[in-house]
């Protein structure tokens, strides 16, 4: 099979030390192309990961190269003004979370990518874990077999702390201003300090809000919102209980994210690193209590030491061969966003 040939739009830092840096070591594609309005920045960059072609505008490398995917590395109140543009010419496209700012603004993305018969990829690294993987093949055998009974609660822990964790090690910085850059409009339906508070929400805890609905492995509703901002409580279309306690405390030199997948006989525990640790996976502890007498049991498998963004970018791939699905494509990730709407409804009352 030949090389995937990938063109990147935007190489900043996440778009660097995220993306770029495994895309550029996987055998099976090519960075033949990158868009980049800060010369400097784009030249070294290029020259450092040895991609052929620079353009200062994506729309001249979409006109110019002959691509199967893009990876465009944006922050994602640009994705509602620049998706429009990518979508419909290429096949496959990769974007960070989350799909946009508003769940309006998302929905018209994920109609244009079913109207133009586009695979969009987006960026929940923490699907692609090994850890993270391997719970939810035990999470979902447990389920289809009902040896551990019912699922019965699902918590997910989330404070703030170290999420870089050196991972910015070798990012090529340049002083150049890349000049005003388009954004989605302010939502309409939110007053400007309620709006600052959602896209907060949005920015820190979305990755917690997709996960919640891979590990419950269906979709869920808010049925509480506390109003100082550290807890949410949710339940599963079939009933299950859910919480996601956000930030309760801080870790300045750590990353202490966690998930407790409890069925009625036994639990998943699931230790997820900071996003852009390096050769890390997360960790996990299976514990089976059979009853009758007979002794629980703990497992500690050993995971490959891959980290989530390289693991990411080698599905991404997968995907592009036609080898896999998205862990998580743009139709799912608009319920996020509908989720953080209705979050902030609960929450404020706005």
Not at 44 to 69: F, G, Q, T
Not at 175 to 191: F, R, S, V, W, Y
Request: proline share 8%; aromatic share 8%.
């Amino acid at each position: 099979m030949s090389k995937v040939r990938i063109g990147f739009v935007g190489v900043g830092s996440m778009g660097q030390m995220a993306h770029l840096v495994n895309y550029a070591s996987i055998p099976d594609c090519e960075v033949v192309a990158l868009a980049e309005p800060r010369p400097q920045l784009a030249q070294r960059v290029a020259r450092k990961y040895s991609i052929p072609n620079i353009y200062s505008d994506h729309r001249r490398m979409l006109e110019n190269e002959s691509l199967d995917a893009v990876v465009a590395s944006q922050p994602f109140d640009r994705h509602a003004v620049l998706l429009p543009d990518i979508l419909g010419r290429v096949k496959f496209l990769f974007t960070e979370k989350p799909l946009a700012v508003s769940p309006d603004a998302a929905r018209k993305l994920v109609d244009l990518a079913a109207k133009t018969g586009a695979v969009h990829m987006v960026g929940y690294h923490k699907r692609s874990d090994p850890a993270a993987e391997y719970a939810k093949g035990v999470i979902e055998k447990w389920r289809a077999s009902g040896e551990m009974g019912p699922l019965r609660y699902v918590r997910i822990l989330m404070p703030a702390g170290d999420w870089i964790s050196a991972g910015f090690t070798g990012l090529i910085r340049t002083d150049e201003n890349p000049g005003p850059l388009d954004a989605e409009p302010p939502m309409k339906d939110l007053d400007a300090a309620t709006a600052r508070s959602y896209v907060d929400f949005v920015n820190y805890y979305i990755h917690q809000v997709n996960l919640m609905r891979w590990l419950l492995c269906e979709p869920y509703r808010i049925t509480y919102a506390e109003k100082t901002g550290v807890l949410m409580a949710v339940t599963s279309a079939s009933g299950v209980a859910g919480a996601i306690e956000m930030t309760p405390y801080r870790t300045t030199l750590d990353w202490q994210e966690s998930a407790l997948v409890a069925f009625e006989k036994g639990y998943v525990k699931l230790n997820l690193p900071a996003p852009l640790a390096v050769n890390r996976p997360g960790s996990v502890e299976i514990y089976s209590d059979p009853g009758d007498g007979k002794t629980p049991e703990r497992a500690f498998p050993a995971l490959p030491p891959v980290h989530a963004m390289r693991r990411q970018a080698e599905n991404f791939i997968k995907v592009c061969q036609g080898a896999m699905k998205p862990p998580c494509d743009s139709a799912e990730a608009l319920q996020d966003l509908v989720v953080a709407r209705d979050y902030i409804r609960l929450r404020d009352g706005k």
